[in-house]
């Protein structure tokens, strides 16, 4: 899997030019920079999924104080993908979207690899291969569909969110990899969206959950053009998703 969100192909911006998600990024973030300018890069990604598998990234948010727990979120979420992938027609499937190299069919196989195996762990199960064939078919909207249904009722289901957590960053707690199953779904569904030409309309609370979960926890070792691209910038007249989905790297 390439990661919990993919990065829109935009040239790597010098490492000063950090927006202010990047400056609540202190200490530790200081020490990644630093191993990463000496070319350590794997010490790197080492301290920054510590710093992901420490409970403070999971319940304090860097803008204010948290106000919707991470099953809230997902019951606001689930509803909004259904409705934009429901909008998706046979023809739209092979249109391009702001994901590197993803058209919309490749978001969707994207979306199923990664809800099957997800919904796994957050059951203590072990996570099933998933082929890579997954976003091939005329059903794949109905794939993804159920896929995500399934890994929603996983993070409720009784236990996951204390759940020890193998997540593509290392082992993380329940609770704190389900708010990046929350940034991942938020920002995919508006890949999708933007593809197909289909309103996508999140709301301003559960934007700035994920906004401020996003802006405390993706390091700049986790910048690497795959997993998440350089910051962009978005137009001054930016919708909250739209400045959400220029932090995580898509050029809006």
């Known amino acids: 899997m390439r990661g919990l969100s993919d990065a829109a192909e935009t040239p790597a911006d010098d490492d000063d030019d950090m927006d202010e998600g990047q400056a609540a990024n202190t200490g530790w973030a200081d020490e990644v920079q630093e191993l990463m300018v000496h070319g350590r890069d794997r010490e790197a990604a080492e301290l920054a999924a510590r710093h992901l598998r420490d409970p403070e990234t999971a319940t304090s948010p860097t803008r204010g104080d948290t106000t919707m727990g991470p099953l809230e979120q997902l019951a606001e979420l689930g ?7 429901s909008a998706i027609m046979p023809e739209d499937l092979d249109s391009p979207t702001s994901c590197a ?3 919309v069919r490749g978001v969707l196989g994207h979306m199923i690899g990664g809800a099957t195996q997800f919904a796994a762990a957050f059951r203590g199960a072990s996570p099933p291969s998933v082929s890579s064939d997954v976003s091939q078919g005329a059903d794949v909207v109905a794939r993804a569909q159920d896929a995500l249904a399934g890994l929603v009722g996983a993070v409720a289901s009784p ?16 609770d704190a990899f389900a708010r990046f199953v929350v940034l ?11 593809a197909i030409g289909q ?3 999140p709301s301003d609370a559960l934007v700035a959950e994920a906004d401020a979960f ?3 926890a993706i390091a700049p070792a986790m910048r690497d053009g795959d997993t998440f691209a ?6 001054a007249d930016a919708t909250p998703i739209e400045q959400l989905a220029a932090f995580t790297g898509r050029r809006i």
Not at 159 to 174: C, Q
Not at 184 to 194: K, M, N, S
């Open 184 to 194: 991942d779904g938020l920002v995919h569904g508006w890949d999708i969206a933007t």
């Open 199 to 201: 309103t996508y309309a």
């Open 79 to 85: 509803p909004l993908l259904g409705h934009v992938t």
């Open 230 to 235: 350089a910051v962009a910038e978005p137009p």
């Open 214 to 216: 996003a802006r405390r």
């Open 159 to 174: 236990g996951a969110l204390d759940r020890t957590i193998a997540s593509p960053f290392g082992e993380m707690p329940g």
């Open 101 to 103: 190299n993803f058209t």
